[in-house]
């Protein structure tokens, strides 16, 4: 571990809509400490502001020191976040609208908070500590629970016009296909999220599916998480194997539209299901995209899975806090 | 007209598959005179350079002005440009590879001259001259023959890692959709250009649809351009009201998910096919679009067909001419 003075401590905040995931950072952003709880967002927003102040107590506790020694805290936020003004400007997992994160956080913990959306601050972590900010342009997409993505072009992090670009799951690639969240058909998020995986596998077995996937959790496969279908898939599941590669496959089409729309050097894969699955998708992914993007428009890019893993989040929170605390030196 | 010195002249050139068109400009870039020929690529690519050269010489004469006179030549070229080398990577449609087509065209005419993609070309052209280079971020997208686009971030083209980046044409947007000319299935090119809704046409009369086009064109249709579908609906033909009408609502779609992926400021529509349908076919864009964006990402975004109609690619081509000039002083 590096030598880090006093006060040269980062914390990252990864707020989800189910739970909130802090990281004690060292100035060379090693990992020192986590801490967790969930969200609980229908208590409000005043709630769970206090739910992250804790949260960000219980990590700094939990590596032997204090708030004191904290110098910045980054925190990522799932919607429309306004980082200038510190707002969360649209959360609708959370159901907030025009929540004063930044102002609210420092008035209970004292320490330089800086705010961003949780897809772009993932792409930050993954730019910054994985890719080491050497290529030009990237594109981060990361598949959980929903599908969002974040975009590095030329070096910096690119946020559009109302700071909403990067909504990759949204990007309908079946017209016909099936409902998603939004409101729309055959959204991107509809055919490869975790919940259009769930959803696919719920729908076949009720109607009479057989699956190892029963035997491992009951016939209601309650609590079914994305780990449950690689295990699945290892013990020879036929069914979960073609669930999985058809999501592989979804998602292969979506990197070839990218790759049409934006040439980015490198794309990188990550969330829970990537996370859990990578082995059994990223080959299927990788040709399917290259298949689909236009003849020269694929050579030399690389299409990889993040290492990271879950604290893609937390990496990328204690890259902003560190680089807003350099600004202000 | 401005006042232009001897030598402040620019031209600009848009190289397409079928034809070739050049434009003299001033150096306040007021139009001053154009010229046309077919481009005959299955003559080769020396051939075609040749043709170039005579119609940027026919313009030139049309203006009563000299090769002398003309400062410097921007084209647009179909495919993947690479401006640097001055050199045409790869054209299908020209059926042309690492063509050095700048070192060409400037033995023959003894002028600087740069290139750019076409779609790149058209969407530099509207920003500096209808939008005046105000927003930050816009999005250019070109229906015609083909369906490409131009993307301007920050103020400045993107190209992307291999130089293709705009390549949204080949957006796939309906995974089951007809066969695209790029091997695909569903591509926004093969459900919205002019190939498309022809297509669509073709098929429908020859399976027995009645048109008031059989009586304009004839049975088979012989000449059929996008301004006769203008002409049909305005006389009240309901099959080729629906057919434009259709072509929008993926256009929308088109223009929703990249709303979602990008958020620019101003979304350009132009092309052969707006230039002749934009009154039937905008406000249909503008709605699909806005529905298929997700809340607030749409907020306060333009979405409008440019008035250059044909002349954007070599507006574009006199900016980017004028730009390598100003860069030279």
Known sequence: MAETEKGEYYVGVDLGGTKI????FDSSLNLLGTARVSTKAQRGHDAVIERIYRCVQDAVDECDLSLKQIRAIGVGAPGAVDPESGKVIFAPNLDWKDVPLKKELEKH?????????DCNICTIGVYETELKAKPKNMLGIFIGTGIGGGLILNGHLYSGFNRTAGEIGHMVIDVNGPKCGCGNNGCFEALASRTALFRRIHTAVKAGQKTILT????PNLEDLRSGNLRKAI?????????VVEEAAEYTGIAVGNL???FNPEVI???????EALADEMM???IEIAKDYA???TSKGIEIMASKLGDDAGIVGGAVIAKRAAKVKE
Do not use: C, H, Q
């Open 21 to 24: 995931y802090t990281g004690v």
């Open 294 to 296: 236009l003849p020269g």
């Open 109 to 117: 913990l004292d320490v330089p908070i800086s705010i961003e959306n």
């Open 215 to 218: 035997d491992m959790l009951g």
């Open 234 to 242: 290892r013990r020879g599941d036929k069914f979960v194997d073609r």
């Open 268 to 274: 990188v894969l990550g969330g829970g299901v990537i």
């Open 259 to 261: 790759i049409n729309i």
């Open 283 to 285: 080959a299927i992914i």
